[in-house]
């Protein structure tokens, strides 16, 4: 291989930034519950927190993710088959897609959508995305941003950027999180996690 194609291939790599992580996003931040949510899925079924995080001993001991994306941005189109990689193959790890794609979008992102298995939630009015600080104020998007959160709805890690060790970084967090827990005498369970948020009982931005 010649050294020009060696310098290429140096440069190409060296633009892919690393996996970066944030502290907080708005409302939301590491170690505080997600705030509660409630829209529509692309097939126009109600959903939410209460379905994200279903009040089962078996469903307050997996993972669950949230990444927001659309079908314009081209970081997003790497992280998702990661992430849906990660879904698909640990039984103990659920998750959901939001998209923040407008109605000109939507015979594309139906047409991408068919490409995962993972639930994908249509936020066409980006009501959910400025309640989780995704999209702020003056409706500028901050995406891709993956939420890495525990059964109980407790924020653990949020990435803004998914690098190149994206999976790996992706998949400590949830070994962290599904590690054996201590013995009942090193830990209160019970009191390691606030009450559940209220969530509203009416979906944002139901489809017309």
């Known amino acids: 291989m010649s050294l020009l194609w060696h310098l290429f291939l140096s440069l190409v790599f060296a633009t892919v930034p690393p996996t970066e992580t944030l502290t907080h996003m708005g409302p939301v931040s590491v170690g505080s519950p ?81 490409l995962f298995q993972t639930p994908i939630l249509w936020d066409k009015y980006q009501s959910v995305a400025m309640r989780h600080g995704v999209v702020d104020k003056e409706n500028q998007a901050r995406i891709p941003r993956t939420l890495v959160m525990d059964g109980k709805g407790m924020v653990i890690q949020i990435y803004a950027t998914e690098g190149e060790d994206f999976e790996q970084a992706l998949q400590q967090a949830v070994a962290q999180i599904l590690k054996p827990e201590k013995s009942a005498s090193e830990t209160n369970t019970d009191s390691q996690y606030p009450v559940e948020p209220s969530e509203s009982t009416v979906p944002d931005g139901k489809p017309e």
């Open 34 to 114: 997600l705030p509660s949510f409630r829209g529509w899925l692309l097939n126009d079924e109600p959903y939410g927190y209460r379905e994200l995080f279903p009040e089962t001993r078996e469903a307050q001991e997996q993972v669950v993710l949230i990444s927001y994306y659309a079908t314009w941005c081209a970081p997003c189109k790497t992280g998702m088959p990661i992430i849906e990689r990660v879904i698909v193959e640990n039984p103990k790890v659920s998750g959901l897609f939001i998209s923040i794609d407008s109605r000109k979008d939507e015979a594309r992102l139906r047409k991408e959508a068919s």
